[in-house]
Antibody, heavy 119, light 111 residues
C-alpha cells in the first residue's frame, strides 16, 4: 500500500526558506509525478507544483519564482523549498502522487504537516 | 487558465441523498475532473475521476454510495444514503497540460 508522509519544521521565520520532505513507502518515486499542495487555515486547497521522476517540474505561476523541488530516488523522497516566506505562507502542506498525462489527479495523499511563519 | 466553481456549502439529512456541483470554465467544458473528500482535521482522499460523458473511476475502497455524473460544463458528485462520516469538504480538481487546479470546495453538513 502506497503511503506518503510529510516532515519538516513546524515554524519558519519570515523571509527565510521553508523546507519540507515527503517520504514514500510501499512504492517507487521512479514513476508518476510527485506533487505539493497547501491549505491555509480555514481555506481551500492550492496546488504548488510537481516534480516528475525524470526531473521535470511544473509550478503554480503565483509561486513559481519561490518554489524549488527535488527528488531523491535512493531515499524514496521528494522535497519542497519555498523561499522568502511571509505569514501568507502559513498553511498545512500536503504531498501527493499525481498520475500525470490524461490522468493528472492526486490519487494518494499524505496526512499533511502544519507550517507557521512567524518571528 | 481553467477555473472550477463550487458552491461553498450544502446540507442534507442523514440517510438522504445530496448532489454537489463543480462547474468548469466555459472554454474547458469537456475536461475531466477528480473529486476529493477532506474530513475534518484530515488529509484529502481521492474519491473518483469523472469524465465529460459521466464515466467515472473510483478510488480504492470508495463505497457505492458515491457516484459521479456530468452535463455540459458541470460535474456532479452524488452521495446517497448519507452517513455522519460524509460530513466533510469536497473539492473538485482538474488539469491542463502541466498545470493543476482545485475548486474552492463545498462544505457538506449532514443534518
Amino acid at each position: 500500500q502506497v503511503q506518503l508522509q510529510e516532515s519538516g519544521p513546524g515554524l519558519v521565520k519570515p523571509s527565510e526558506t521553508l523546507s519540507l520532505t515527503c517520504t514514500l513507502s510501499g512504492g517507487s518515486v521512479s514513476t508518476y509525478y510527485w506533487t505539493w499542495i497547501r491549505q491555509p487555515p480555514g481555506k481551500g486547497l492550492e496546488w504548488i507544483g510537481y516534480i516528475h521522476y525524470s526531473g521535470s517540474t511544473s509550478r503554480n505561476p503565483s509561486l513559481k519564482s519561490r518554489v524549488t523541488m527535488s527528488l531523491d530516488t535512493s531515499k524514496s523522497q521528494f522535497s519542497l523549498k519555498l523561499s522568502s516566506v511571509t505569514a501568507a505562507d502559513t498553511a498545512v502542506y500536503f504531498c501527493a502522487r499525481d498520475k500525470g498525462g490524461t490522468e493528472a489527479y492526486m490519487d494518494v495523499w499524505g496526512k499533511g504537516t502544519a507550517v507557521t511563519v512567524s518571528s | 487558465q481553467v477555473v472550477l466553481t463550487q458552491s461553498p456549502s450544502a446540507s442534507a439529512s442523514l440517510g438522504a441523498s445530496v448532489k454537489l456541483t463543480c462547474t468548469l470554465s466555459s472554454w474547458h467544458s469537456a475536461y475531466a475532473i477528480a473529486w476529493h473528500q477532506q474530513q475534518p482535521e484530515k488529509g484529502p482522499r481521492f474519491l473518483m475521476r469523472l469524465d465529460s460523458d459521466g464515466s467515472h473511476i473510483k478510488g480504492d475502497g470508495i463505497p457505492d454510495r458515491f457516484s459521479g455524473s456530468s452535463s455540459g460544463a458541470e460535474r456532479y458528485l452524488t452521495i446517497s444514503s448519507l452517513q455522519s462520516e460524509d460530513e466533510a469538504d469536497y473539492y473538485c480538481q482538474t488539469w491542463d497540460r502541466d498545470q493543476r487546479a482545485f475548486g474552492g470546495g463545498t462544505k457538506l453538513t449532514v443534518l
